[in-house]
């Protein structure tokens, strides 16, 4: 089975600061890798995601992360933040092989303070 | 197209009393359907999915069910709710199981 673990609860970090959202997964097969950000009060939105190719991933709004197998991780980070990306965001692994579902991090509440 | 609609926006009912969400989607065909419960501090969790009509798979033991009647329609039910069941109920369609798609979610306080 497939775990996911977002070490931070919460986030706070000043406007136009840098952040890093971490996750670590856990699996004994290969995975696919995704972000998914929750704005307050509505569904989850797909971020970014790594299937194959280029470890590192970006999403049109530049945020980037970076798969590290040997660390088992794909931590999110952002080089200056703004006001409107406070919310919630999701990190989610699938396995590669016959998967048909998504298994969540806890979530990472990131708040931007002006 | 496509897009996601789940109903009610809110939801407050007494413990014991039956409870029935329901998500459509609209612009696909075939969707794989899925039900999750946010509870606070406690992430996001898989409570059923469907990749057809009348396939409906479980992911934890409770006093909910879930159920398919149409290709594009999922129905989330119970018949006693717990004070346990309060939470946000969101509903999610893919075709590829990846890139899931969120409806706006239903928040149901159980009194």
């Known amino acids: 089975a497939q775990s996911v673990t977002q070490l931070d609860s919460q986030v706070p970090v000043f406007e136009e600061a840098p952040v890093e959202l971490r996750c670590n997964y856990s699996?004994?097969?290969?995975?696919?890798l995704f972000w998914y950000v929750q704005y307050p009060n509505q569904g989850l939105q797909l971020l970014l995601k790594y299937l194959s190719g280029s470890t590192l991933v970006e999403s049109i709004n530049g945020f980037e992360a970076e798969f590290n197998k040997s660390q088992t991780s794909f931590h999110l980070w952002k080089p200056s933040v703004h006001i409107s990306d406070t919310a919630e965001y999701f990190c989610a692994v699938s396995k590669i092989q016959g998967a048909q579902k998504l298994v969540f991090g806890q979530g990472t509440r990131l708040t931007i303070n002006p | 197209s496509q897009t996601i609609h789940q109903w009610p926006a809110t939801l407050v009912q007494p413990v014991g009393s039956p409870l029935s969400l329901e998500c459509t989607v609209e612009?696909?065909?075939?969707?794989?359907l899925y039900w999750y419960r946010q509870a606070a501090g406690r992430g996001l969790q898989l409570l059923f999915y469907s990749v057809g009509i009348g396939q409906i798979s479980s992911e934890v033991p409770q006093n909910l069910s879930a159920s398919r009647p149409q290709d594009r329609q999922f129905i989330l039910s119970s018949k006693k709710l717990l004070l346990s069941d309060s939470g946000f109920y969101l509903c999610a369609w893919s075709l590829t199981f990846y890139e899931q798609y969120f409806g706006p979610g239903t928040r149901l306080t159980v009194t």
């Open positions: 612009g696909t065909s075939n969707p794989n």
């Open positions: 699996s004994s097969v290969s995975v696919y």
